[in-house]
């Protein structure tokens, strides 16, 4: 008989876990917050690399509808100066290994492929228990409990889950994105739409920590991320529902910047959103019978391109895990923890990153600016 598995959180990391057990004939309950899969922006494109996000499609069985969601074009690169310069430019003849999805599609393609009843929608965990028995006892916002026998913390940065098995909290790193959408850019903000091209964008200047980068979605929308290392309090200083004030404040950390990449920021047809960077300490956990954590719940970390992918991997390789050790949960939960807390402690192989971002022959410039950031 298979245990009750209990997953917190319907995100990538959590969908991707339920989905993978039941490939594997194990079932599963999701519990998630939101109301329902829409309730809220799922955010903009995700490149899924094909070293970690896609082996986790694989695992799901879900390749070729993975391959439908896939925006033709969109693995273009461009990397731009501060003053508008272009280092270096690839164009996607469709053979990369980093294919550009939105998230929100990605999440629905799993939801798609999970029997009628497996997410549970609008129950938000608000705390968690250790039974004398050993199960686990979750408590939701609306009052009603749940008892499993194991307990699956996928409910991201400030989790409810991880306190079972440690005390860490994610820190502040000191750096922060802004983000701005300009919507039909072709012909409303031409001049930023040239500097962005096709796919990805990403502005450079000399400072450490500070640049302006943008993917190009659909329909000709610029959806732009300003990196600004500068305290909370400083950002807390910003009224973000002023547009204008709000993004020529941000602008003005980009002063002598081209003005096509500064139009990134200034043009917004948006609010701009403010979002801080918060990173776990990298440390391990002492093993927590019946109980674990995946994707930003387990390792959380600053943005670098891997969150959504590792996130994934940690979904699928759990879900493989349990259904290699049937009967034994504690060495699935093991073998997948030392595998996990391995990728986390890994530092990424700059030269590996490289290479799949813009090939094996990388000009030296670009491989010291990239270095210095």
Do not use: C
């Amino acid at each position: 008989m298979n245990p009750t598995v209990t997953i917190i959180g319907a995100g990538l990391g959590g969908l991707t876990l339920a989905r993978v057990l039941h490939v594997n004939g194990i079932p599963s309950t999701v519990y998630e917050g939101e109301e329902s899969p829409m309730a809220r922006a799922q955010g903009g494109l995700l490149d899924i690399h094909d070293y970690n996000g896609q082996l986790a499609v694989e695992a799901a069985g879900l390749m070729a509808e993975f391959r439908g969601l896939i925006l033709e074009g969109h693995q273009a690169l461009r990397v731009l100066h501060r003053d508008g310069t272009v280092l270096f430019e690839k164009g996607d003849d469709g053979t990369g290994g980093r294919p550009e999805v939105y998230r929100g599609e990605l999440r629905q393609m799993l939801l798609d492929s999970l029997p009628d009843g497996t997410v549970r929608w609008g129950r938000r965990a608000v705390d968690a228990r250790t039974l004398d028995d050993g199960r686990h006892e979750v408590t939701f916002a609306d009052g009603t409990t749940v008892v499993t026998d194991l307990l699956v913390g996928a409910d991201g940065a400030w989790s409810r889950i991880r306190p079972l098995l440690t005390s860490a909290v994610p820190e502040y790193t000191g750096a922060s994105i802004v983000e701005t959408y300009l919507y039909d850019s072709d012909t409303r903000h031409a001049a930023a739409a040239k500097a962005v091209g096709g796919g990805s964008m990403f502005g450079n200047g000399s400072t450490p920590g500070k640049g302006i980068n943008a993917h190009r979605e659909r329909g000709g929308t610029l959806h732009t991320y300003a990196e600004v290392t500068e305290p909370l309090d400083w950002f807390a200083a910003i009224d973000f529902t002023d547009t204008a004030a709000a993004t020529a404040r941000i602008a003005r950390e980009f002063d002598g910047w081209a003005p096509e990449l500064t139009a990134l920021i200034t043009e917004s047809d948006v609010a701009p959103i403010h979002r801080p960077f918060f990173a776990l300490p990298v440390g391990r956990w002492d093993r927590v019978p019946g109980t674990t954590l995946v994707g930003d719940a387990a390792h959380l970390g600053a943005p670098n391109g891997e969150g959504a992918n590792l996130a994934m991997l940690d979904g699928a390789e759990l879900g493989k895990a349990l259904a290699t050790h049937s009967g034994d949960v504690e060495a699935a939960l093991t073998e997948y923890e030392q595998a996990m807390f391995t990728r986390w402690e890994t530092p990424v192989d700059e030269e590996f990153l490289l290479e799949t971002l813009f090939g094996d022959d990388v000009p030296p410039r670009l491989a010291a600016l990239f270095d210095a950031e």
